[in-house]
Nanobody
Framework: QVQLVQSGGGSVQAGGSLRLSCQAS?????????MGWFRQAPGKEREQIASIDSGGGISYEDSVRGRFTISKDKAKKTLYLEMNSLKPEDTAIYYC?????????????????WGQGTQVNVSS
């Protein structure tokens, strides 16, 4: 089993910054496994916006590339998403996720374990 507990998020004006954290625990968790960030805006499907693989390979959705940064602290078992230059269209519930025993191929793939979600609101 894997547990993912998210923190961070909140409300910010356009152009502002926020950082999300995702603390992992559980016997099945490995810092080498794929991890990703997803978001779901009101009335839209959940979409993957970033991923990081075992070798540190990173992928981003076009809409966040250059503004968001995914990173992972293996010692702390924590995944981060640094969000800068936020726009109103970034308003969504953000989720972290991991997939046990998958080390590569982390972009646009299935994930089994999810954080509880955290709301990000960006006002204009």
């Amino acid at each position: 089993q894997v547990q993912l507990v998210q923190s961070g998020g909140g409300s910010v004006q356009a152009g502002g910054s926020l950082r999300l954290s995702c603390q992992a625990s559980g016997r099945a968790y490995s810092p080498a496994d794929c991890m990703g960030w997803f978001r779901q805006a009101p009335g839209k499907e959940r979409e993957q916006i970033a991923s990081i693989d075992s070798g540190g390979g990173i992928s981003y959705e076009d809409s966040v590339r250059g503004r968001f940064t995914i990173s992972k602290d293996k010692a702390k078992k924590t995944l981060y998403l640094e969000m800068n230059s936020l726009k109103p269209e970034d308003t969504a519930i953000y989720y972290c996720a991991t997939e046990v025993d998958r080390r590569f191929g982390c972009w646009k793939s299935a994930y089994s374990y999810w954080g509880q979600g955290t709301q990000v609101n960006v006002s204009s």
